[in-house]
Each structure stands twice: as structure tokens, then as C-alpha cells.
């Protein structure tokens, strides 16, 4: 399920891109709350009283993007930056880390399971 975690064009299974989602989306919230926690312990930007209105906003920044990040680097190590197919991917990324950070990489977990571009094969 965690093999080849970190190669973006390696073709995996469903159940290989359910683990690249999981631990993808696990680093996507731990950078979020150390985040969040170092601006309220040592910037001093916000205080815990007053943190939700700034965790928020951040979450859906870093959830846009993680998604954008992730969706681009997978089509991009899979070859498909001169296919036009890939860019509906990049725009649900963007989207979904908007609406619903936690969903942001489900676009890159979906690319990983197509196979890797090769381009046109000559006559």
C-alpha cells in the first residue's frame, strides 16, 4: 500500500493511490497545524482565542495548494504536460482544496493509477 510512496510515475493500484492519499493528505495537516501553531507561539500573529479565523483561511490556501503541487508534479513525471487531459485534473485540484482541503489530492491519487505517456509512437 506504501510502496513507491514518493515516485509520482509510478503506476499504482487502488489501493497503493488510497495510501499515497493518506499519507499525502497526513503531511498536507501536519503542515497545516505547525503552521498555525508557529504563528500563535512564536509570530505571535493571532492568538488561541482568536485562531479559527486564522486556521481557516490557511487551511484552504495550503489545501489549494497541495492539490495544485501534487496534481501537476504526478501529470508532470507522468508525461502528460503535452496532453490537454490532464488539465481538468489541475482545475479539480485547485477547486477541491478550496471547498474541501481534505479532498485536494484526490486528482493526484487518481493520476497515479494511469499509466506513464509515452507519446506518439512512429509508422
Given at each position: 500500500m506504501f510502496r513507491h510512496i514518493t515516485?509520482?510515475?509510478y503506476k499504482r493500484s487502488m489501493s497503493q493511490a488510497a495510501g499515497f492519499y493518506l499519507v499525502y493528505t497526513l503531511m498536507e495537516v501536519t503542515f497545516c497545524v505547525l503552521v498555525?501553531?508557529?504563528c500563535v507561539e512564536y509570530l505571535h500573529i493571532v492568538?488561541?482565542?482568536d485562531v479559527y479565523k486564522f486556521?481557516?483561511?490557511l487551511t484552504v490556501l495550503v489545501g489549494g495548494l497541495f492539490g495544485l503541487m501534487f496534481t501537476t508534479g504526478v501529470a508532470l513525471k507522468k508525461n502528460l504536460k503535452s496532453?490537454?487531459?490532464f488539465l481538468?485534473?489541475?482545475v479539480m485540484a485547485s477547486y477541491l482544496g478550496i471547498v474541501a482541503?481534505?479532498?485536494a489530492l484526490m486528482p493526484a491519487a487518481y493520476l497515479t493509477m494511469q499509466d506513464q505517456w509515452k507519446g506518439r509512437e512512429e509508422s
Open positions: 515516485d509520482f510515475s498555525i501553531w508557529a492568538t488561541w482565542q486556521a481557516i483561511p496532453e490537454v487531459s481538468p485534473f489541475i482541503p481534505f479532498l
